[in-house]
């Protein structure tokens, strides 16, 4: 592996050189390195691109980190990776895409994951999105999460893109058992003349399931986000969603929040607020000592934090 | 010390001029400076033109002989002016910790950042790491406005009305953070309140009324003018008549 490889390990996954527990490093399209546990196998497909990865009933506090990373310009890579989380694990998983590109032709990365999560199993999923690189090529990321969670299951999903991804659409759906919890805090931030368009589709099936998902993005520059959200309340459940949103610039963010209740017990919720930073948190900020500039740059890392 | 020479601010509303402050001149050189007034009289709008927040249509601010007039908010606040809002400012996923780092202007230990906590009558560790959001009161939020004032320790220090939005228990605690602040603060402290408590332990009280100094002076000296032409006093003096 490179230089600028490792660097972009280190941006997407916290890691430098091969992370602990079972892991599988996809680099340029190409197998980079595998590990296995006793408990979590990763197997590659045979059919399609990708990998399964089987962890089982029972693991606990293991990891599972599967970067992607993309170094060569022009390269589009598309990948199925398969989750399957055995009854009652507690796993973390981390994920994450970097792509470094120089030259004039487009990166792009289409990663489809699906999570079968088993009863009461419990997983966290970490995912970074993150591009470079100075060329003309596009750096595009779209990534695909489908989530299926049984009873007492449960899954927490971070999500952060914070720079360099000219244009992604994340589409996340996911559907929930009886007592099955879902949580996804997203946080993206754009520039220049970026896109970013999320949806999230949720459907509560089950008695007493709920979920909650978060978004807060900054848009900067000229770059346009779009946030589609859909909560389904198809049981006695609780569904919250909440899109915050910073304007700069010339900065255009259109949030979509919708809910669907088809059951009488369904509780569902949702928030929907876009607005440039307050003036009177600018100018708190100041009569501390800092510019304007320092004080934007305190508000904004403090909201993405 | 500072010097507030012939400010003046006015503002228009539609065609017509309002003036908010006219022609004030103050020396602010004690330890404890009150103003007070009635509502609407000018006295938060002063506050904002010595914190550079509002720039005033006429005269000239001076902060130990230097002409501030056309600092920034920024500049003010590195000159030594602080300012604690009436109503304090929540920001998202900023915390306490964060906050009180910011007004202290270098990194600061834990037992540090909740010594400062301490001082406010917070409970330092339940505090240190909360997001200063709408889940804090506004009892909470005063008293973290205040401490980051503690925190940053210069030589002007501005309270607008502390005792907004605080009930009356909480209060009787925020006296004892101001008592304790008076023997300790290196500097002036010039605080913005309507409640005698805080009155009683100032040096000197201005009175602030229909944008203008209506009266200056100790406590004895002023009190007592106050109490008798105030609104309540004077249905109550027409009663017993």
């Known amino acids: 592996m490179d230089e600028i490889q490792k660097s972009l390990l280190e941006k997407i996954a916290d890691i430098h050189e091969v992370p602990e527990g079972a892991y599988n490093i996809r680099s340029n399209g190409q197998l980079e390195g595998r590990n296995t546990t006793a408990n979590i196998d990763i197997v590659t497909k045979k059919d399609e691109p990708g990998i399964d990865i089987i962890i089982k009933p029972g693991t606990k506090n293991e990891s599972v980190h599967i970067p992607v990373i993309l170094s060569e310009s022009g390269l589009k890579d598309m990948v199925y990776n398969d989750f399957y989380i055995g009854e009652g694990a507690d796993v973390t998983i981390v994920a994450g895409c970097g792509i470094h590109n120089c030259g004039v032709d487009t990166s792009e990365h289409d990663g489809i994951h699906t999570f079968y999560i088993g009863k009461n199993a419990k997983v966290k999923y970490i995912e970074k999105h993150y591009g470079e690189g100075d060329g003309a090529g596009e750096r595009i990321l779209n990534p695909t999460t489908i989530v299926h969670i049984e009873d007492g299951g449960y899954m927490e999903m971070e999500t952060t893109q914070i720079k360099g991804v000219d244009s992604t659409v994340r589409d996340t759906k996911a559907d929930l058992a009886d007592g099955a919890t879902l949580v996804i805090k997203e946080k993206i931030m754009t520039h220049g003349r970026q896109t970013a368009e999320t949806n999230f589709t949720v459907e509560l099936n089950g008695v007493d399931s709920s979920a909650n998902v978060i978004s807060r993005s900054v848009a900067k520059g000229e770059s346009k986000q779009v946030f589609n959200s859909n909560i389904c309340g198809n049981n006695q459940c609780y569904g919250h969603t909440e899109c915050d949103a910073i304007l700069m610039d010339n900065g255009h963010v259109k949030a979509v929040p919708s809910l669907e209740a088809n059951n009488l017990d369904a509780s569902l919720v949702h928030e929907a607020a876009i607005g440039k930073i307050a003036g009177d948190q600018l100018i708190k900020l100041m009569t501390l000592g800092l510019t304007e500039a320092q004080a934007e740059e305190q508000i904004i890392n403090g909201f993405m934090k | ?241």
Not at chain 2, 113 to 142: F, H, T
């Open chain 2, 1 to 241: 010390m500072l010097e507030l020479q012939n400010i003046g601010y006015a503002v228009e509303e539609g065609n017509t001029r309002k003036e908010i402050l006219k022609n004030i001149s103050l020396k602010i050189d004690d330890r404890f400076v009150a103003i007070t007034g009635p509502n609407g009289g000018g006295k938060s709008t002063l506050a904002k033109i010595i914190a550079g927040i509002n720039k005033p249509t006429s005269g000239k601010i001076l902060l130990d002989g230097e002409d501030i007039t056309d600092l920034s908010v920024t500049e003010r606040a590195n000159k030594g002016i602080s300012f604690a809002f009436q109503q304090p400012v929540r920001f998202k996923g900023l915390t306490v910790r964060d906050l009180i780092t910011l007004a202290k202007g270098e990194k600061i230990s834990v037992a540090e950042a909740c010594s400062y906590l301490s001082e406010v009558g917070l409970c330092a560790k339940d505090y240190i790491n909360r997001e200063v959001n709408a889940s804090l009161s506004g009892g909470e939020l005063k008293r973290i406005e205040i401490a980051m004032i503690i925190a940053r320790g210069t030589k002007l220090s501005l309270f607008d009305e502390p005792e907004a939005g605080i009930d009356l228990w909480s209060f009787n605690n925020l006296i004892k953070v101001f008592e304790g602040m008076h023997e300790k603060i290196n500097g002036s402290i010039l605080i913005i309140s309507h409640q005698e408590r805080i009155l009683n332990i100032a040096d000197k009280i201005i009175v602030i009324s229909d944008g203008q100094v209506a009266a200056q002076g100790t406590k004895q000296e002023v009190l007592p003018k106050l109490l008798a032409s105030s609104e309540a006093c004077e249905t109550l003096m027409n009663k017993l008549v």
